[in-house]
């Protein structure tokens, strides 16, 4: 029975999931997404180059031509290589992130909703300090105390979002602790741990997959962010923001270097949000 | 069409002879534009409406009386339309106005009151802001002028203190108070047609009974025709000349309100007058009739007659005919059915006999459950650090006892403390003070957590709201084995094989077990909540508000339902509700509880005969009664019930009472006084002195 | 009200301790450490010693903490590594510039954003709603690096209409008031979609109150509804995200101060973040969770303000 409920939630997620047919913009925002986890996914296979592989001959001219389609940068890099490679290193590092902030923001917010109390007391405490910096000072703080990598700015982005989180699954668990269904589990002797994970939380599905997917969106600019501001992953791994910032100074002569990484970016975070538009909308229809 | 013969007959004899009605509906039909393509929502209704008249449409969820008003209004919202016909309001066709001329009539010819009026303020605009619009616009009224004609109207309306009303935000004022200044606003600039939207639904009886008054009175002195929308037949009695039964869309029967109720002609209303409990009828006496079937959905309407499938005098021929004609049965009385008038007459319920007493009661009943000196406080802090604070006594210093197989019903308006005390003999809340007792077991100090499996087992509980009470991500099957497996600890076949059973207790099909929430209507979902109930085979179910959600003819089959279940399983049934008629119906005792206390408790007979508590005999009073010869003393309580935290010191009715003796009842608790036959009430007025009273209801 | 302010003050004060500390911590090196970090790995051991006795690093860590703090609220910030000058002789410049930045931003930003998602919002699922929505989604989507590229390559490249620094050095090739185009648009561009879809979410929600049908029903004209009925129930919700702004504006204009070279608080945080300069990165910590949870106090407060039901309960 647990089984085939499961596979049946399954089933019904999906026909949610191809609702989104109807949603213009966020069939937009799905091709967007789609898009870009093929090119990571398939990097190795779609890239002409290595993305450190130096063509020394194109630093003649880097711009774009028949050889190098979105040219070269400075040490002689192709960009269009550096963009397909720079996909797997966001499309990393963010989900892995969400994912992990995620279970400790739901796990956090259904334990202080739920009991509320002094779990309560003691969760939304040390939230609201971590909340109290602005995002990007933390960031600043934490890659300058432990040294820009690929964990840490993972760890970063657990830290800050998952304070956030929290306060979403405990506002959503406040709310639907009060259900009647709830009651009736307790009065049946269900243990609280099937009431937080099996009662509760599934009805949140809905707001969550919208902010997941808004989520997925902030979390590519900050690791852009991080990158532009030479906090980001060290040289040579492929990194959108850092590919800007490295060309930045020679915008007035080599555009390109900048405008692709930048084009790139944009996209996939446009992507994520109508992605969550369209799932906002499709979820407001029942 | 068809009703369009015979509209020419049916205004009021003398009403504006010569001016046209104030309001003509003429063959209209209104649809709604959804995803799915067009809703015939209202395929074709006619009517009129004297100079003022006034005109009750009832009927259950969705059969159109809403769309009907908001028409009326020309307000449809973006995907609603009036697609064929006229709404003609004193004789000039409301679709062809242009927007300005259409607003100079809004709210100042016709206005309306709407259900909730809590959301039908601005919250952030004071009440006297909101008032004086009204003749700002439209008579162009200065501040000053416009603020002496609010000040007028609020005193009209009832309202103490008009000059700190008018300062006054909509929140700070009861329920009561909200809709009095509704109906202020709406009568600001004397329109001459008033269109009310369930305007008592959500409020408490007492309240709803002292608004209904008003209104009646109102209409009496400014000449008003009403459109009167309700589910509830009785509030239409106290308001209407005549009266409109609508079904699935259609106006199946519309007439005089005495014509209607003693010679109803088409099935579905007799259907409706047969399911409403009434305080005249327990289930001893007759059984309520449930209407079989469900109201068949717009976009698959059967052809002919909409009510044919569902109808036990249909005739397959004769019913399907399309279009169906209209009947008049009299010059005012006309019915949409073809068999109306070989129909055999009605038996009108017995209305105010005397309730027979328990006979078949074993005189030792074993008292299952002993409630004993039970209070439940709750802290609300204020202050700065949550120093200061007060004490709310949601439930204070109770005592009462239910018998093993039989039906205690817990009566009370908002705030009394009724779901409160479920919550503590659920073990969701804790009991602050006193005792009680399942089977000589304590229960009120252990959380439903702690509680021993055959606690659990022995009290379950249905809820009130069917769209919360299963949790929408599990289905039917699911939420079924999962209770048999924790309360009888069996698994596999043998839950599959119980599952069954239950649903075929509650009389649902097997292929529920596949279902989702989502996927049941109100009363189906209210029954698998049943079955829930049931898994554990309880010795003890508390029943809050099961069916106060559902429309009055899936309310009657729940509730046989619950009869029944009791009946064969001998369980001991608390029954929650605000509702006197359905706790005069079903229940074997009966406790009143106002502001956390039980005011008057004995046997179902008892209570409702003198000797009253003065509460009792006001909440008798107030019980919209769905039969107009039927009688009612008028006991209007005026005033709004304390919040919890201003209790009065003495006997908590006391600043409502009408009986009020004096200084005593402010400051001393009642004293419970108590009746050969086990009879308490708490009242300081002398037991001989509450018997002298006649009874409230006479047939 | 008094009671709610004194409450919010009292805990201001509670994180600010709190956060002070944090501040602290993250940048408690070990004393060696620390002696290595100011001598160079090349020191001797006999050198380091003498540093961590002159610093007072060998004493415990709450003592150093306290310390700190007392030189803190006394006014003295520590001197900069960086800038080799006390961080109080460039932080409050850095301030001023920023919140000059800022100011500009949040005056243009809050009334286009009232405009657009009152517009949007008053007719739900109208063209102008569809069109002001996704344009916003889209804004808000592009990281302010990313647009500042695409408007620097227009607007500085392409036409050579504007400047594509911000320096803010007087008598240079361009007027400070051109120079302060672009990071003020790439801020506005970025904050503006996402209040613009909060004030529209607002409206949305009120259009659908039974109190707007009432307003209309009474006879008042769809301007009037707008504007006497849903405009001030409208902006409840969103004035908190609006405030908040001030706080992203101030702090969160890192990037911004980056792309344009422009010497404020943002840009003093990261270089010296950079440059392993702890005194001046701890005070413009300090400062920027100051900031942020007096925003938040003052959002709270307004929001009671503006809303009766909380200011009259």
Redo the contacts between chains.
């Keep these: 029975m647990a089984m085939s409920d499961t596979a049946g939630a399954v089933t019904r997620t999906w026909a949610r999931v191809s609702l989104l047919r109807e949603s213009p913009v966020g069939m937009v925002g799905a091709f967007l997404v789609v898009f870009w986890v093929l090119v990571a996914i398939f990097a190795p296979v779609i890239s002409p180059f290595g993305p450190n592989s130096n063509d020394l001959d194109a630093l003649v001219d880097p711009t774009p031509n028949a050889i190098h389609w979105f040219g070269t940068d400075m040490q002689g890099r192709d960009i269009l290589a550096r963009v397909i490679w720079g996909s797997r290193t966001v499309l990393t590092v963010a989900p892995v992130a969400v994912a992990i902030a995620y279970a400790i923001g739901s796990l956090l917010g259904l334990l202080a909703g739920y009991y509320r109390g002094w779990a309560d007391t003691v969760i939304n405490r040390i939230s609201d300090i971590i909340l109290s910096f602005p995002a990007i000072v933390l960031y600043i703080i934490v890659i300058m105390r432990f040294g820009p990598s690929a964990l840490n700015i993972i760890l970063a982005v657990i830290f800050i979002a998952s304070p956030q989180i929290m306060r979403i699954v405990r506002g959503m668990t406040l709310e639907l602790r009060e259900r009647e269904y709830v009651a009736a589990a307790k009065m049946r002797g269900e243990s609280a741990l099937y009431i937080m994970f099996i009662e509760i939380l599934p009805n949140a599905r809905g707001p969550l997959i919208v902010d997941a997917c808004l989520r997925m969106g902030y979390t590519t600019i900050a690791i852009g962010v991080l990158g532009f501001l030479g906090l980001g992953l060290p040289p040579p791994t492929p990194d959108w923001g850092g590919m800007v910032k490295d060309s930045y100074a020679l915008m007035s002569i080599f555009p390109h270097m900048a405008l692709f990484p930048a084009a790139a970016i944009t996209s996939l975070v446009v992507g994520f949000s109508l992605l969550a538009d369209g799932m906002r909308e499709i979820s407001m229809r029942d | 069409m068809q009703f369009a013969t015979a509209t020419e007959t049916n205004s009021r004899p003398g009403a504006g002879a010569g001016k046209p009605p104030v309001l003509e509906l003429r063959n209209v039909s209104i649809s709604y534009f959804v995803r799915a393509g067009e809703m015939k929502v209202v395929p074709n209704i006619s009517f009129k409406l004297g100079q003022g008249e006034a005109i009750g449409l009832v009927g259950e969820s969705g059969c159109g009386k809403s769309t009907v008003a908001f028409a009326v209004m020309q307000y449809l919202g973006t995907v609603g339309r009036v697609t064929g016909g006229q709404v003609l309001f004193e004789g000039k066709d409301l679709a062809k106005l242009s927007p300005a001329e259409l607003r100079a009539l809004r709210g100042r010819k016709i206005s309306m009151v709407y259900q909730d009026p809590m959301s039908s303020l601005n919250p952030v605009i004071p009440i006297g802001k909101q008032l004086m619009e009204v003749p700002m616009i439209h008579f162009g009224e200065n501040e000053q002028q416009a603020r002496a004609r609010a000040l007028q109207m609020l005193r009209e309306v009832n309202l103490p203190d008009p000059e700190t009303m008018m300062t006054r935000y909509p929140h700070q004022l009861s329920g009561g108070q909200q809709q009095r200044v509704v109906i202020a606003m709406a009568l600001m600039a004397e329109p001459s047609l008033l269109v009310m939207d369930e305007p008592t639904t959500g409020l408490d009886v007492t309240v709803e009974a002292a608004v209904l008054d008003l209104v009646a009175r109102l209409r009496e002195k400014h000449n008003t025709a009403i459109v009167f929308i309700s589910h509830n037949l009785g509030t239409v009695v106290r308001i209407c000349d005549r009266i409109g039964v609508m079904y699935a869309g259609e106006l199946v029967e519309e007439g005089p309100i005495a014509d209607v109720f003693r010679n109803p002609r088409h099935p579905y209303t007799r259907g409706l007058l047969s399911c409403i409990p009434t305080l005249g009828a327990d289930k001893n006496s007759r059984p309520l009739t449930a209407i079989p079937g469900q109201v068949p959905s717009i976009l698959n309407r059967p052809k002919g007659c909409v009510f044919q499938p569902r109808c036990r005098f249909a005739i397959a021929e004769r019913c399907s005919q399309d279009p169906l004609p209209t009947l008049s049965l009299s010059e005012r009385h006309r019915v949409k059915c073809v068999r109306a008038e070989e129909l055999p007459s009605h038996d009108k319920l017995p209305q105010g006999i005397e309730a027979v007493a328990i006979g078949d009661q074993p005189v030792d009943a074993e008292a299952v459950l002993r409630i004993a000196h039970l209070r439940k406080t709750y802290h609300q802090s204020t202050g700065m650090f949550g120093g200061k604070g007060y004490d709310v006594h949601a439930v204070d210093n109770i005592e009462l006892e239910a018998n093993r197989g039989q039906t205690l019903a817990i009566v009370g308006e908002s705030g009394c403390g009724k779901s409160t005390l479920a919550k503590v003999l659920t073990g969701i809340e804790l009991g602050s003070a006193g005792m009680v007792t399942l089977a000589g077991k304590e229960i009120s100090q252990i959380p439903v957590e702690d509680r021993e499996a055959d606690t659990k087992r022995a009290v379950q509980m249905v809820f009130q709201n069917p769209d919360s009470t299963l949790n929408p991500s599990h289905s039917i099957g699911y939420v079924m084995e999962r209770a048999i497996r924790k309360l009888r600890g069996l698994s596999g076949r043998e839950a599959k094989n119980e599952t069954s059973t239950l649903l075929k207790t509650v009389n649902l099909p097997l292929e529920f077990a596949s279902r989702m929430p989502r996927q049941l209507s109100g009363g189906q979902k209210q029954r698998v909540a049943i079955a829930r109930a049931l898994a554990g085979e309880p010795d003890l179910i508390l029943a809050d508000e099961p069916v106060s959600a559902l429309d009055v003819s899936v309310q009657a089959a729940i509730i046989n339902l619950l009869v029944d279940i009791q009946a064969k399983r001998g369980a001991t049934l608390i029954f929650i509700s605000h509702d006197l008629s359905v706790v005069r119906y079903l229940a074997d005792y009966v406790a009143v509880m106002y502001l956390g206390q039980v005011m008057e408790f004995g046997r179902t007979d008892e209570i409702f005969a003198p000797p009253y508590h003065p509460y009792t005999e006001a909440l008798l009073s107030a019980v919209p009664i769905a039969d107009p010869d039927v009688h009612q003393r008028r006991i209007i309580l005026e005033g709004a019930i304390p919040s919890p935290q201003n209790r009065p010191k003495g006997c908590p009715f006391a600043t409502r009472c009408p009986r009020k003796l004096g200084p005593i009842c402010d400051n001393e608790a009642p004293p419970m006084q108590t009746t050969a036959s086990g009879h308490r009430i708490a009242c300081h007025i002398p037991l001989d002195d509450l018997k002298k009273v006649d009874k409230v209801v006479v047939a | 009200m008094l009671?709610f302010f004194?409450?919010r003050l009292a805990s201001l004060v509670f994180?600010m301790l709190?956060?002070s500390a944090?501040?602290f911590a993250?940048?408690e090196f070990t004393p060696g450490q620390m002696a290595t970090k100011i001598l160079g790995p090349f020191s001797t051991q006999d050198q380091r010693d003498r540093l961590m006795e002159e610093l007072g690093l060998h004493r415990p860590v709450w003592e150093r903490y306290f310390e700190w703090l007392g030189n803190v609220l006394s006014g003295d910030l520590g001197y900069s590594t960086l800038y080799k000058l006390p961080v109080n002789d460039i932080i409050w410049d850095r301030l001023g510039n920023t919140l000059t930045l800022a100011a500009i931003a949040f005056a243009v930003m809050v009334p286009l954003s009232v405009l657009f998602g009152i517009s949007a919002g008053m007719r739900e699922?109208s063209k102008l709603d569809r069109t002001i929505?996704?344009a916003s989604?889209?804004t808000?989507?592009?990281?302010?690096?990313?647009s500042g590229?695409?408007l620097?390559?227009i607007f500085?490249?392409g036409l050579g209409w504007l400047p594509?620094t911000a320096t803010l050095e007087a008598g240079a090739r361009w007027p400070i008031a051109a120079q302060l185009v672009l990071p003020v648009t790439v801020i506005v561009l970025y904050d503006l979609g996402y209040v613009v879809r909060m004030v529209r979410a607002s409206m949305v929600e009120v259009m659908t109150?039974?109190?707007i049908?009432?307003?209309?029903?009474?006879?008042?004209?769809f301007r009037d509804v707008i504007l006497?009925?849903a405009l001030?129930?409208a902006m409840?919700a969103p004035f908190t995200v609006i405030l908040l702004q001030i706080?992203?504006m101030i702090?969160?204009v890192?990037?911004v101060e980056?792309?344009f070279a422009y010497p404020g608080f943002?840009r003093m945080?990261?270089d010296s973040?950079?440059s392993?300069d702890v005194a001046t990165?701890q005070a413009?910590?300090l400062f920027?969770?100051l900031v942020?949870?007096s925003t938040?106090i003052a959002g709270d407060l307004g929001y009671m303000m503006?809303?009766?039901?909380i200011r009259?309960?």
């Design positions: 009671a004194l409450k994180t709190v956060v944090l501040v993250a940048f699922g929505s996704v989604i889209v808000t989507s592009v990281p302010e690096f990313a590229v695409f620097a390559s500085v490249i594509g109150r039974p109190y049908r009432t307003a209309i029903l009474k006879g008042l004209t006497k009925h001030r129930n409840i706080n992203y702090t969160g890192v990037v980056a792309v943002g945080l990261l973040a950079l392993q990165v413009a910590s920027a969770v942020s949870v938040q503006l809303n009766p039901r009259f309960s």
